[in-house]
């Protein structure tokens, strides 16, 4: 009997140690097994008087049996979808699959904490819809995970990726950390093709932090490149800027008033052979303004002369920036030969040019003449981006383009007649009044009320010329009107003893 007790007693212990998932049920089972046999032992015992246990003893191993007896059984979970690497990289690939940015981002985390990073492929849309999210939040996101995985794992990032990470930030208005992204991509020599580079850029300027932080990377790209062509590098192709990129940033210069940034960027032109087309010609022109440079804009001029009728248009900005500094500088002079050469220009320009003459390019010096080895600017005048985003914003206040021509404001003609008499330079003022009476009749009334408001009203010498004019050109409209001022300012008397006389005479 004894040994059948202890061959139960063995084979349940075999089926404890096969099922570990149930102990807690085999632990009760083995507990009342042995309270059991324990009961047997005791009959038997009686029955071939052996040694009988006290009650005691029995009550005490009873007691201790049966203390830790589980009367619940708590079911465990059991896996069947496989490991938890493909369980938790098939919850990332759905979430990222379904748009679901902030899901996708907790199964990024939990598997990167347990697996490390994911494939490359993963990685790539991980970020690419990060990119495509406006908030800003999980633009910075992105930038973390490109930080981490510099350190640990390069070998991940591509150039496609971080130039659309870049355009990204900068479209939202991030130009810090899109500048650090262009700045990864350079010291990997993979920066992206200038046309993307243009509209990060085109973005980043929008701001006045973000134009500093972009003529900074502008001026770190173009010592990179004098660094690759010194060494003859073909990395020196990729990487050397054009002329919209800097038009752009020049342009932002003006805008923010950083003249002494944008002169440190126009130099850079010609040390890496980038040529200036007609939006730098006057982007060029306007940082001269702002820095006083007079003589630096001179340099120009004698071949902004030369382009064809359908370019001054756009040059109105160049001589506006011109005639501004000389006004600036009190030199009424040189302004009052400007504005002839002005009446004259829209009379002897060509309509059009051939095409050979057209594309050619000028060599102009920048710097002091002084310098042996100065700097020298290739300009293209009539060479204009039509594809181009950037729109030249100048201000228009002494120069204006009407009916073909150009032409002064009332403000700018006020001043240089006001200036002109005040200087005591009446030959040049002749000079500029008969063509004011042969070709700007149109606005002789405005200005007559502006050299008035500005205190410093017309002869009647200036009143009879118009209104000689007026009858020559069979304008009785306005002389009816031009005679009605000269009453007003006390000249119609005059007017009548002198037209009375000539009269008589001829008589």
């Known amino acids: 009997m004894a040994l059948i007790v202890t061959t139960e007693f063995l084979m349940l212990n075999r089926f404890i140690k096969r099922c570990p998932s149930c102990f807690c049920v085999a632990s009760a089972i083995q507990r009342t097994a042995l309270i059991s046999n324990y009961d047997r032992e005791s ?113 991940l990032l591509q150039s496609d990726i971080l130039a659309k990470l870049s355009l990204s930030l900068a479209r939202s208005q991030m130009p810090k950390p899109a500048t650090m992204i262009l700045r990864i991509l350079l010291e990997k020599q993979n920066l992206p093709p200038m046309n993307v580079l243009c509209l990060v850029v085109l973005h980043m300027v929008k701001t006045e932090v973000g134009t500093h932080l972009a003529s900074n990377f502008l001026v770190q790209i173009c010592h990179c490149f004098q660094r690759s062509s010194v060494n003859k590098s073909i990395h020196a192709k990729l990487v050397k800027p054009n002329t919209m990129i800097f038009n752009l940033v020049l342009d932002a210069c003006v805008r923010f008033k950083s003249s002494f940034k944008g002169q440190q960027i126009m130099e850079l032109m010609p040390q890496t052979g980038v040529v200036a087309d007609a939006h730098s010609i006057i982007i060029i022109a306007q940082i001269h303004e702002l820095n006083g440079q007079r003589d630096e804009i001179q340099k120009y001029k004698s071949h902004i002369d030369q382009v064809s009728a359908p370019f001054m248009q756009h040059y109105r900005h160049f ?52 310098l042996k080895s100065g700097l020298n600017m290739q300009i293209f005048p009539e060479l204009l981006l039509y594809d181009s985003v950037l729109k030249i914003e100048g201000k228009q206040e002494l120069v204006l383009y009407w009916n073909g021509k150009l032409v002064l404001s009332n403000r700018a003609l006020a001043k240089l007649i006001k200036d002109t ?67 007003k300012a006390g000249f119609f008397q005059v007017y009548l003893m002198r037209w009375l006389s000539q009269n008589v005479n001829q008589y």
């Not at 009959?43 to 009988?52: A, N």
């Not at 009203?457 to 209104?467: I, V, Y």
């Open 319 to 370: 001589y506006d920036s011109l005639l501004s500094l000389h006004f600036k500088f009190n030199d009424i002079e040189a302004a009052t030969e400007l504005v002839l050469q002005m009446c004259d220009c829209h009379e002897s320009l060509p309509i059009q040019r051939d095409r050979k003459i057209s594309q050619r390019s000028y060599l102009v010096p920048i710097g002091s003449h002084y």
């Open 421 to 487: 008499k005040r200087a005591g330079i009446l030959a040049s003022f002749q000079k500029f009044y008969l063509k004011y009476k042969r070709s700007w009749l149109e606005t002789a009334h405005d200005l007559l009320d502006d050299m008035d408001a500005a205190g410093a009203p017309m002869g009647f010498t200036a009143f009879m010329s118009l209104l000689e004019a007026y009858y020559r050109g069979k304008m009785f409209r306005e002389a009816k009107a031009l005679l009605k001022q000269m009453r």
């Open 43 to 155: 009959v038997l015992s009686r029955k071939f008087q052996k040694p009988v246990v006290s009650s005691v003893r029995y009550e005490q191993h009873q007691i201790s049996s049966t203390r830790d007896f589980c009367a619940s059984v708590q079911p465990e979970r059991l896996c069947w979808e496989g490991s938890s690497h493909a369980v938790m990289l098939k919850r990332l690939k759905k979430a990222l699959k379904e748009h679901q940015v902030n899901e996708a981002w907790e199964s990024f985390i939990d598997f990167k904490r347990l697996h490390g990073f994911p494939e490359d492929f993963v990685i790539r849309k991980l970020i690419t819809e990060l990119c495509y999210s406006s908030d800003p939040h999980w633009l910075l996101k992105a930038c973390d995970i490109v930080l981490v995985i510099l350190k640990e794992r390069s070998d």
